[in-house]
């Protein structure tokens, strides 16, 4: 079993009490004896149960004065690790990418046991190598440090740390989102992650397994990563309280991000958010129509609760039957399971209330139901009961009021697609009305379109300004080098929203001057 105490300046360090991991195969065959275990293990430490198959592990709980030790061991070190300079800690991304790689099994083990099914977790883990190559690294290298040679003088543009990073990641993926940290830490930062108590194994063994060992290799000063497992609103609001924070990178929903955005400012932190998504796909009269319901279906990976899933499609009247005849077909193949089998990538949603509050609304304002719909066993036979949801896909005839509907207007995060089909009329203007819409939509995380017409995918390259992220004839959830994995506009990234590197978002600009044997008063007056 694995045991992670707190990790605070460099040492572990007792918590107050412990919080169990279950396997997530465990909830699926006997929920009784799961959350009878953890119960028992949480009251009782030394109990036999810890020997019990089921029990994959346990993190320690941070009480409020191991938040705030964590906090001042981080601004402590903070100083020390940016004197640094950069091209060694530039070294961190390359010695975490090539442990990833020699532990993927590990890793992705830990995913799987906390519920996501294998296939995403090498989709998640695929992020990860992208945006730790070295293509990715290089470019982040010429963004933190470039020179020119001016009138005798050397100029330098550079990015400096803010100083001390909070991290907080989301229950739905919190190991990949805590290994951002490590990027943070590239910049100079000392950070502190929060660990969620309810899923906490895995990002305590990717930072105190994988990334506190380099950090000791690359000589790296005690506490420049500090992370605790605990609540997030006893947790957040200390880090707001505390003078020692600096920036927080909040990973949420959009209502809670933005007020929490307000927060920030007013306590004068930099806030950085990853908040929801509801992208769109575009799928052209041309488009190789295969391809793009392939891409659409990666909407109801992970039943849907994946921020950067496309959540809403616009296709051309002329493809529409055919499209959505593609996509009924590939839905098909996107199968509920058991985690650690290959090819499942429905996940459980064990509050689906809203689901069908969604899709009854969208249905009663004109939609029509293409396929899904009910609840469905662990094999797939359809039941009142089971804890999967069907890939359901419904159909909105019309463009200027589909977002009356919820369902096409809010991200739903559960695996219900809406197909939105215009009236038929010129393409000029139909592009139009595809790029408003586009361009409206109140999220902007991601957006794709699918055509082969490349004055079409010009106009949309030149026109879409909506969003972090922009692909064409592309999976729309798959990973680049060079390109965000995260960031966008709107209600998923707040006021200050754009593609998020989080090497740059925590840390800001500063211009420098060398002179050699100038005149300042040349310099103010001109010779």
């Known amino acids: 079993m694995h045991s992670y105490k707190l990790y605070i300046a460099g040492k572990d360090v007792e918590g107050d009490g412990w919080v169990y991991t279950v396997s997530a195969q465990s909830l699926l065959e006997d929920v009784f004896t799961s959350v009878s275990l953890k119960r028992d293990l949480e009251r009782n430490p030394e109990s036999t149960a810890t020997d019990h198959p089921y029990v994959v592990g346990r993190c320690a709980v941070a009480s409020d004065a191991a938040i705030d030790l964590a906090t001042e061991a981080a601004a402590s070190a903070a100083p020390g690790w940016a004197a640094i300079p950069l091209e060694r800690r ?3 991304g390359t010695l975490f990418r090539e442990a990833l790689d020699r532990r993927r099994d590990e890793f992705l083990d830990m995913l799987v046991a906390e519920g996501h099914p294998v296939s995403l977790a090498r989709w998640e883990l695929s992020c990860l190598f992208q945006v730790y190559s070295e293509e990715s690294l290089d470019w982040y290298r010429q963004r933190m440090h470039t020179e020119f040679e001016h009138a005798g003088r050397q100029l330098i543009v550079r990015r400096r740390p803010d100083g001390v990073v909070a991290f907080n990641p989301p229950q739905n993926a919190p190991a990949p989102s805590a290994a ?4 943070a830490l590239m910049a100079g930062n000392a950070v502190v992650v929060r660990a969620p108590r309810s899923i906490a194994l895995s990002t305590m063994w990717v930072l105190r397994e994988v990334v506190a060992p380099l950090l000791d290799e690359v000589g790296a000063p005690p506490g420049v990563l500090n992370a605790v497992c605990s609540n997030p609103k006893q947790t957040l609001d200390r880090w707001i309280d505390s003078p020692l924070i600096d920036d927080i990178f909040y990973i949420g929903g959009s209502k809670e991000g933005l007020a929490f955005q307000e927060r920030c400012v007013a306590h004068g932190k930099k806030p950085i958010l990853e908040l929801a998504g509801n992208d769109s796909i575009v799928v052209w009269k041309d488009a190789d129509l295969t391809r793009a319901a392939e891409a659409i ?3 109801f990976y992970g039943s849907g609760q994946i921020c950067m899933v496309p959540n809403c499609v616009l296709v051309h009247p002329a493809v529409a039957d055919e499209l959505i005849a593609a996509v009924k077909e590939q839905a098909k193949t996107v199968r509920p399971g058991y985690p650690e089998d290959e090819g499942v990538l429905l996940s459980p949603v064990r509050r689906s209330e809203r689901f069908f509050g969604l899709l ?3 249905l009663a304002g004109g939609a029509e139901l293409v396929t899904g719909g009910r609840r469905t066993e662990l094999d797939g036979t359809p039941s009142d009961t089971g804890v999967f949801l069907q890939p359901t896909v419904v159909r909105v005839n019309g463009l200027p009021g589909a977002r009356r509907l919820d369902v096409v207007r809010q991200e739903t995060f559960f695996p219900l697609l809406p197909i939105v089909v215009p009236e038929p009329s010129a393409d000029d203007e139909l592009v139009d009305g595809f790029l408003d819409f586009v361009n409206t939509n109140e999220y902007g995380l991601r957006n794709s379109v699918w055509a082969e017409s490349e004055d079409v995918i010009d106009v949309f390259v030149q026109r879409v300004v909506n969003g972090g992220l922009l692909k064409i004839n592309d999976s729309h959830i798959g990973f680049l080098p060079y390109l965000p994995s995260h960031g966008g506009t709107g209600l998923t990234g707040g006021v200050f929203g754009e593609a998020n590197y989080p090497m740059l978002k925590t840390s800001h600009l500063q211009g ?15 010779s």
């Open 512 to 526: 420098v001057s060398i002179a050699r044997d100038a005149s300042p008063r040349e310099a103010v007056f001109g």
């Open 360 to 362: 009854q609304q969208a």
């Open 90 to 92: 530039m070294r961190l």
């Open 180 to 183: 951002l940290a490590v990027l």
């Open 297 to 299: 279906c990666e909407s």
